[in-house]
T-cell receptor
């Protein structure tokens, strides 16, 4: 299966700790998106990369959040000084230039205690 | 970005056809209509996308009237495994997707 992969699938951390998630997009896709989903709600956009350039960030992405895609392939999303309100499913999606369909990974479920 | 409105939930039985209607009164000329399916603890899965009239694939059909202010996702002969949340979205090009709360479809035996 060469779909979008995310690691880890689950993460439990204590409030105040830093966490980092990884997303590997479909290999030929140059666009990569991060979304966050809380229980009972649809996913909310966080940020978007085209190759290595971060082109858009949501206001949801506070200063404690940072995302990178250094080589235009995989991406990382780091949350510093986690808070209980950060508990959510973090989803990554990718799309191919010229094709608008976004393909999602399985997500990383974060629980902040 | 156009806002979408769809029913919060729907119930059906195995073997029935399910039609989920979405309204998007403020859809823009360049917007496409896209539907995703999501199972618990999984990422959304692309189902179908269209611009106007009718689109059909191996999973579903999408009906879009001439004014494009609404669309209907049609799932033929649903099974228990079609129980999921279905999201209707409109977006232009490769922009971020804006999800609503979706329609929770429950298929019973």
């Amino acid at each position: 299966d060469t779909g979008v992969s995310q690691d880890p699938r689950h993460k439990i951390t204590k409030r105040g700790q830093n966490v980092t998630f990884r997303c590997d997009p479909i290999s030929e896709h140059n666009r990569l998106y991060w979304y966050r989903q809380t229980l009972g709600q649809g996913p909310e956009f966080l940020t978007y990369f085209q190759n290595e350039a971060q082109l858009e960030k949501s206001r949801l992405l506070s200063d404690r959040f940072s995302a990178e895609r250094p080589k235009g392939s995989f991406s990382t999303l780091e949350i510093q000084r986690t808070e209980q309100g950060d508990s959510a499913m973090y989803l990554c999606a990718s799309s191919e230039r010229g094709m608008e369909t976004q393909y999602f990974g399985p997500g990383t479920r974060l629980l902040v205690l | 970005l156009a806002k979408t409105t769809q029913p919060i939930s729907m119930d059906s039985y195995e073997g029935q056809e399910v039609n989920i209607t979405c309204s998007h009164n403020n859809i823009a000329t360049n917007d496409y209509i896209t539907w995703y399916q999501q199972f618990p603890s999984q990422g959304p899965r692309f189902i179908i996308q269209g611009y106007k009239t009718k689109v059909t694939n191996e999973v579903a059909s999408l009906f879009i009237p001439a004014d494009r202010k609404s669309s209907t996702l049609s799932l033929p002969r649903v099974s228990l495994s079609d129980t999921a949340v279905y999201y209707c979205l409109v977006r232009e090009g490769f922009q971020k997707l804006v999800f609503g709360t979706g329609t929770r479809l429950l298929v019973s035996p």
